[in-house]
Structure formats: structure tokens, C-alpha cells
């Protein structure tokens, strides 16, 4: 069964970081890739950034590199989003998703996340003012 379970997510101040966890099990790391994508109240999802797998090539949805950083652990199946000096705009639940990998395409599949396989069930992010 595949699973995607994220962690890390609460309360900070303006300012401050996070690190977010998607700790994945069910499928084999290398063949897919795992992306990060945030709902605020209200608003539609959005992208932060994706990464293989594979070779850790990350993508980034435009200006999420400038504060956000994603990293993973093969040897854990975990893949990270270090958030720093976060904004209140910030607050939204972060979802982590993945999908089968494909080095052709799958930064564009990243753009695009109604083309995930599998998504947690998210962690919810407050950042106050």
C-alpha cells in the first residue's frame, strides 16, 4: 500500500522556519518523483516544487526557490521542504504527492498536479504576523 505521511507542520512566527517530512513507503523511491503543494483557506492549490527520486534534480514553481528549499533522503524514502523566513502568506496545508517518474517529462508533470498518482493528507502550516 502506498503511503505518504507528512510531518512538521504547526505554528511560527513571521520570520521563523520550518522543515517539513514526507516520509513515502509502498513503492519504489527511485521510480518516482515527490512534490510539494500548499492550499491556503479559500484559495486553489498550489505548486512549491518537486524532486526525483531518482537523481534528487529538484523543480521549483516560480519564486518558491527563493525561501523554500527541497531535499531527500533515499536511504530514509523522505523527502524535505526547508521553509525560511516564512510570511503569514505562507499559511496554507502542505500536501506532498507523488508520481512515476519519467526523465523526459516530469517537470512538467510537476506543473501540473492533477497529474499525481498519490498525495498525503497533508500538515497544516500557521505562520502569524
Known amino acids: 500500500e502506498v503511503q505518504l505521511e507528512e510531518s512538521g507542520g504547526g505554528l511560527v512566527q513571521a520570520g521563523g522556519s520550518l522543515r517539513l517530512s514526507c516520509a513515502a513507503s509502498?513503492?519504489?523511491?527511485?521510480?518516482?518523483?515527490i512534490g510539494w503543494f500548499r492550499q491556503a483557506p479559500g484559495k486553489e492549490r498550489e505548486g512549491v516544487s518537486c524532486?526525483?527520486?531518482?537523481?534528487?534534480?529538484?523543480y521549483y514553481f516560480d519564486s518558491m526557490k527563493v525561501r523554500f528549499t527541497i531535499s531527500s533522503d533515499k536511504s530514509k524514502n523522505t523527502v524535505y521542504l526547508q521553509m525560511n523566513k516564512l510570511k503569514p502568506e505562507d499559511t496554507a496545508v502542505y500536501y506532498c504527492a507523488a508520481y512515476a517518474w519519467n526523465p523526459y517529462s516530469w517537470s512538467g508533470v510537476c506543473r501540473d498536479s492533477n497529474g499525481m498518482d498519490y498525495w498525503g493528507k497533508g500538515t497544516l502550516v500557521t505562520v502569524s504576523s
Open positions: 509502498g513503492f519504489t523511491f527511485d521510480d518516482y518523483a
Open positions: 524532486i526525483s527520486g531518482s537523481d534528487g534534480s529538484t
